[in-house]
């Protein structure tokens, strides 16, 4: 099945600076990733998502890229505020079905004011 | 909310006794979906429902149970089976089960 791993589990950033968070998929199946924002006590929050025919997808200060050959894609914040402060989750997942939807592990995010 | 509900917020549970998760939509959405989270862990699957009076078993059912008697609806019951029930309970929807998921706010259960 798939394997999904991100990086990094910790991030600290000063406000204002750009965060990346990465994560590799194994299933060459897999096309379409989804990122998530956890709040600390809530649940995850879709804040984008991406499918394989696209390389790239912004919204406002957030952005998504994807390399299929490498198998790996990232989420890029930029102009960090504290309120971006949570627990991001990756995901991947073929087309034939949400039960197949692999999440990674997390990457806590932490914004320095 | 998210067109999704989830209650109650905090559940204890006594050693050996069944207890019931409740999950509501209100979106006429088509698919639901259970999922466990744990400390550190990403989210793990444990049922999913793609239409009413039918669901299927994710990677973690043992120990679960689920219902799906009406569209809107879709309990989930943490078995006295379950040998390692405390975590935070997750249950979410999609227009169809190709489609984006939407988590609610989630449910914390612990065993004393």
């Known amino acids: 099945g798939e394997n999904v791993e991100q990086h990094p589990s910790t991030l600290s950033v000063q406000e204002g600076d750009s965060a990346v968070i990465k994560c590799t998929y194994s299933d060459s199946a897999s096309n379409y990733f989804p990122w998530y924002k956890q709040e600390l006590g809530k649940g995850p929050q879709l804040i984008i998502d991406?499918?394989?025919?696209?390389g790239e997808k912004k919204d406002q200060r957030i952005a998504v890229t994807l390399n299929k050959t490498a198998k790996h894609f990232s989420l890029h914040i930029t102009e960090t505020q504290p309120e971006d402060s949570a627990v991001y989750f990756c995901?991947?997942?073929?087309?034939?079905?949400?039960?197949?939807?692999?999440f990674g592990t997390g990457t806590r995010l932490t914004i320095i004011p | 909310d998210g067109g999704i509900t989830q209650s109650p917020k905090y559940l204890f549970r006594k050693e050996g006794q069944n207890v019931t998760l409740s999950c509501e939509q209100n979106l006429n959405h088509d698919a639901m979906y259970w999922y466990r989270q744990d400390p550190g862990q990403g989210l793990r699957l444990i049922y999913y429902?793609?239409?009413?009076?039918?669901?299927q078993k994710g990677d973690i059912a043992e120990g679960y149970s689920v219902s799906r008697e009406k569209k809107e609806s879709f309990p989930l019951t943490v078995t006295s089976a379950q040998k390692n029930p405390t975590a935070f309970y997750l249950c979410?929807?999609?227009?169809?089960?190709?489609?984006?998921?939407?988590f609610g706010e989630g449910s914390w259960l612990t065993v004393v």
């Open positions: 995901a991947a997942s073929p087309n034939f079905g949400n039960e197949k939807l692999t």
């Open positions: 991406i499918r394989s025919n696209v």
């Open positions: 979410a929807r999609s227009r169809a089960n190709t489609n984006p998921i939407y």
């Open positions: 429902s793609q239409i009413v009076n039918d669901f």
